[in-house]
């Protein structure tokens, strides 16, 4: 399997140059400050949809004859890459039948109809990415039209290459040389293109491929030496979530990528709400990848130059509870338990007295009285200031119950009951 050249992302760029936004390389001051490093970050959350998916996505149709074209295309897609392809068709006249899970959210939906309009046929089929993706290309064979793939094609590689393509033209303006650049893998696409153009002109830059640790799909691949289906995964980095990167995808990261960083999805939060407080930047969970790995490469890029890819800025507001519940957890001040009352007048007076501290907050409490019953179980929500308050709270609440049931470790029960 041939790698995409320099020569054919330099060509990919060249062919959408108007069409495609020349994306800012901001230095990001206070996250210099904070891991000693000179770090920068490249703005696809600013692209015309939001995210880097319209590079691909507008190269591979520009790729397809007039004759392909003329009966339209087809991709599956629960969000960027079908806006890519929306907005690529409605600028091009070319109809566009974009297959959906049926599980996306309204506002993704609305965004690519949005995009496409009239030039776009929404289809929401199956309960899962992978069932779309199937319905998809079945109706592309059945049709006689071109499928777009998200990220296993070489055409969308060199489009997405071009992100590093401009990351290092505009460094080499500043005669700055990265020593590191740190990029989200999903499918694979972006880190493809990216590592591939960065190899090409700066042997000495490492790569670092950022996943969540609820889908590591390429370490998966690495381990196995080919890409391998994971059986299950954690959808919450949604733009990142998939089950098996594709083969093209593969081989470059193989050949090119000199690290890969898993993310607890709790830390993807935490950067998301950092990046929106400091830095006024909407960053979808997939976009926050590669500044959450930061926090793990925080010795190795002291006093070193770091670009960090913010690849998307999609993200539901709707979502934002979520975020924040997932950031608190994540850093131990947001903890759940199943405790036992005595059921008996002042046992939750007695509890807010002896057993929280003067900085925690009850932020759910759910009882149902059992008759004929010295105790009743409470599924309880404490929030907490600091984290240095946990110890004697847990042992205050050992001696209250000593069977209580710290839901935060117990994944399964958390779902049920939270």
């Known amino acids: 399997m041939e ?40 703005r696809e959350d600013l692209q015309k949809v939001r995210s880097f998916k319209l590079r691909g996505a507008y190269h591979a149709i520009q790729q397809r004859t007039t004759l392909e074209l003329s009966r339209g295309v087809v991709c599956a897609s629960a ?18 039948t974009i297959f959906m899970p049926t599980t996306t959210p309204q ?62 033209e505009d ?32 042997p000495q830059t490492q790569v670092v491929g950022v996943e969540p640790k609820g889908a590591t799909s390429m370490q998966a691949a690495f381990e196995a030496g080919h890409p391998v289906a994971l059986d299950q995964i954690d959808k919450f980095v949604d733009g990142a979530a998939v089950k098996e990167v594709g083969d093209h995808n593969y081989v470059h990261a193989k050949a090119f990528v000199d690290q890969l960083i898993a993310i607890d999805e709790g830390q993807v939060c935490v950067t998301i709400l950092e990046l929106y407080s400091k830095q006024a930047i909407v960053a979808e969970p997939a976009g926050a990848l590669s500044v959450a790995a ?28 979520e975020i924040e519940e997932r950031a608190l957890i994540y ?17 939750l007076k007695e509890f807010v007295n002896d057993v929280l501290g003067p900085n925690d907050d009850i932020t759910r409490f759910e009882y149902t009285k059992k008759i004929n019953r010295g105790t009743g179980p409470v599924i309880l929500g404490v929030l907490s200031k600091q984290t240095e308050d946990l110890p004697d709270l847990f042992a205050r609440m050992l001696a209250f119950d000593p069977n209580y049931i710290k839901l935060n470790e117990h994944p399964s029960l958390f779902t049920l009951l939270v």
Request: hydrophobic letters at 40%.
């Open 3 to 42: 790698y995409v050249t320099k020569e054919q992302i330099e060509a990919a760029y060249e062919s959408f140059k108007g069409a495609v936004t020349h994306t800012p390389l901001q230095y990001d001051a206070y996250l210099s400050q904070k891991y000693q490093a000179n770090v920068y970050l490249k």
């Open 79 to 96: 969000g960027n890459h079908a806006q890519g392809v929306a907005y690529t068709c409605r600028e091009k006249e070319i109809q566009a």
């Open 107 to 168: 506002q993704k939906v609305s965004q690519v109809a949005f995009f496409g309009g009239d030039w776009v046929d929404i289809r929401l089929v199956g309960d899962n990415f992978d069932l779309s993706a199937q319905a998809a290309k079945e109706y592309a064979t059945i049709q006689g039209m071109a499928f777009i793939d998200p990220f296993n094609d070489p055409a969308i590689i060199a489009g997405q290459g071009t992100v590093a393509l401009e990351i290092m």
């Open 171 to 202: 460094l080499q303006k500043l005669q700055v040389t990265p020593d590191f650049v740190v990029s989200a893998i999903g499918g694979g696409g972006l880190i493809s293109g990216v590592s591939r153009y960065v190899k090409a002109v700066s």
């Open 294 to 321: 930061l926090e793990e490469m925080r010795e190795a890029i002291k006093g070193k130059t770091v670009v960090c890819i913010i690849s998307g800025g999609n993200n539901d507001s709707s979502r934002m509870a």
């Open 331 to 347: 850093q131990g001040l947001m903890n759940y338990f199943v405790i036992h009352f005595p059921q008996r007048p002042g046992a």
